[in-house]
Nanobody, 123 residues
Framework: QVQLVESGGGLVQAGGSLRLSCAAS????????MGWFRQAPGKEREFVAA????????YYADSVKGRFTISRDNAKNTVYLKMDSLKPEDTAVYYCAADVRPSARYTTGYDYWGQGTQVTVSS
């Protein structure tokens, strides 16, 4: 159906920046809501950001608002997460996800998930 592959994670110092990419394969990628989630060690997965199929609507968790930017390039079947002003508490495995039937609840209900990419922010 849909395959998602994240890249761009790594080790960065606090205050630094990274850009994550998620390359998708799927016939209807352009119609999917795409999201980013993260899971820190010992914690549950949490919503980070989401973007509508057209890119016209974006949503962010309060913890990253003003620091992270989600975008997509439908011609490249790719969604991005630009992360600025990174903090140690941003350390987590970051996952991209696709929602094939978007609802008003943009933080949940995603159907396909990537394998994750590790982001580590040092003090």
């Amino acid at each position: 159906q849909v395959q998602l592959v994240e890249s761009g994670g790594g080790l960065v110092q606090a205050g630094g920046s990274l850009r994550l990419s998620c390359a998708a394969s799927g016939r209807s990628f352009s119609s999917y809501r795409m999201g980013w989630f993260r899971q820190a060690p010992g914690k549950e997965r949490e919503f980070v950001a989401a973007i509508s199929w057209s890119g016209g609507s974006t949503y962010y968790a309060d913890s990253v608002k003003g620091r992270f930017t989600i975008s997509r390039d439908n011609a490249k079947n790719t969604v991005y997460l630009k992360m600025d002003s990174l903090k140690p508490e941003d350390t987590a495995v970051y996952y991209c996800a696709a929602d094939v039937r978007p609802s008003a609840r943009y933080t949940t209900g995603y159907d396909y998930w990537g394998q994750g990419t590790q982001v580590t922010v040092s003090s």
